[in-house]
């Protein structure tokens, strides 16, 4: 067995909801934890997770980690890249001593505030035998608890770059005493605009430190941000032996777009899914469709990376424990998002860059199990198609609906509902 990338990954979960299974499944190496230099306390929780040899990432990159190298490693989500910095920031956490009285000895900077919250769930799991404090901060939630959360004694904490930057301009947060820094999905840092914010976070930690970065993708911008910063790295390319699994059922649709509806409430019927995930690619077409098949008798509700993070998480919650049959979702609002027993996906719209499409699909046919990925490709949208499957290597079966397939939409309408709630009750004057 192997240890993936989101050991518990279940924010906004039940702390005591537990559950034997891994939670990804990846391919093994004849690596096993034991041969290598890892403390016994982080070996005893990793045997209690289940877990006993390496993952390709793990198996190259710890044994230059743990002897304390920088490391720049190439892999994608959910091969073990996590698991990888965790271990080794408990090795050298353990067998150093604090520097300074309260400050952090471990910083790992992730660009969405569901992968920080994710790593410190991660850290919980893999530290269960450890007496270390992490502590999250991220947007999105109270400013003045979270400053309150990283005052005293902090071992790690884990942040996104804007709110771990703003902290520190405040004085609240002091990196100068950190004994190793990771930089997660370095490429998604790229893509969202953090680069400025990881340079002035890095100028500002111990210059004596450890660093490791993980990207999907060692880019010449990642690897020019590596130089600069890290202290000869060690170069780790772990290529996919597949960009999709092999697990997941790809079909595509050919639509018109006014179709797409009809389509998708076919499908839905056709699937049965206790749980299923719809991609869209904007906010406003996220609000029209989760309207739709609620009123369509879906029980449905709509995420998007700009609704408040305690209704985010609520309906993290609500969807694995099956209360919400349907999720719409933004690719910003998913990410993070682990729940092993999706049934079915479905890209309502092809998205514009071929990787979003493999993080979406790769939603379903977790931990080992059978999935299926739906994409309904309309007329605006089928551009995107073909560097979707030059990118993942195949051609997506694909088949044009018959009359059949189409269903009739029972929902009222979506604008005139809109307009109704917008309207203000009209003032009674005096008789």
Known sequence: MTLPDNLEADYGSDPDDSNDKPRSYVPSTNVPFTDLPIPEPVLRAIADLGFERCTPIQAKCLPESLHG?????????????????????????????????????????????????????????????????????????????QARQIEGVVDIVVGTPGRMMDYMRRKLLDLRYVQIVVIDEADRMFDMGFVDDIRFILSHCASDRQTMLFSATLSFDVMRLAQKYMHEPVEIRIEPEQVTAANVEQVLYHVSERDKLPLLLWVLEEEKPKKALIFINTKRAGEWLQFKLYHNGWESE???????????????KDFKAGKIEVLVAT??????????????????????DPEDYVHRIGRTGRAGKKGKAVALADEGLVVHLPPIEKYIGVKVPSSIPTADMYLEDLSPSFRDTVLLKRKKPVRKGRR
């Open 69 to 145: 190298y920088d490391v720049a490693g190439q892999a994608q989500t959910g091969t073990g890249k996590t698991a990888a910095f965790l271990i080794t920031i408990f090795k050298e956490l353990l067998e150093t001593d604090r520097q300074h009285s309260n400050a952090p000895r471990a910083a790992i900077i992730a660009p969405t505030r569901e992968l920080a919250l994710q790593i410190a769930s991660d850290a919980e799991e893999l530290g269960r035998y450890l007496d270390f404090r992490t502590v999250a901060v991220f947007g999105g939630m109270d400013w003045e608890k």
């Open 302 to 316: 709509y995420m998007s990376g700009d609704i408040a993070q305690a209704k985010r998480l609520r309906l993290v």
């Open 331 to 352: 690719d910003v609002a998913a990410r993070g998002l682990h729940v092993d027993d999706v049934d079915l996906v479905v890209n309502f719209d092809l998205p514009m």
